[in-house]
């Protein structure tokens, strides 16, 4: 299973920084995608981090502003958010991938990940 966390209310232009944990499995042989929903909206992909930590792409909304690390000892991967706006307001959820890479085109299709975690959510306040 997978779990965002560290969500919560902040102000435009403030930074965040999420994480993703996985339990009961270990996914350093996965690649882990973030994506997003705001109210009313359809869910969104953020980015997505490759399996060895290589390779980040990123919605071109995000590029520059969010950064995806991962820590594989730790099982962890983490969504830097930077500038935050009111548009980035959503829950963050992050994804499993066992093709393990990444592609631009690839790694937005949601049929791609074989597990989600449960979101967290973001309030950017302007």
């Known amino acids: 299973q997978l779990q965002a966390s560290g969500g919560g209310l902040v102000q435009a232009g403030d930074s965040l920084r999420l994480s993703c944990e996985a339990s009961?499995?270990?996914?350093?042989?996965?690649?882990i995608g973030w994506f997003r929903q705001a109210p009313g909206k359809e869910r969104e992909w953020v980015g997505a981090?490759?399996?060895?930590?290589?390779?980040?792409i990123y919605a071109d909304s995000m590029e520059g502003r969010f950064t995806i690390s991962r820590d594989n000892w730790k099982n962890m991967v983490f969504l830097q958010m930077n500038s935050l706006n009111a548009e980035d307001t959503a829950v963050y959820y992050c994804?499993?991938?066992?093709?393990?890479?990444?592609?631009?085109?690839?790694?937005?299709?949601?049929?791609?990940?074989?597990?989600w975690g449960q979101g967290t959510l973001v309030t950017v306040s302007s």
């Open positions: 994804a499993a991938d066992p093709l393990g890479s990444v592609s631009p085109l690839q790694s937005m299709k949601t049929s791609r990940y074989d597990a």
């Open positions: 009961g499995r270990t996914v350093d042989k996965y690649a």
């Open positions: 981090i490759s399996w060895n930590g290589r390779s980040a």
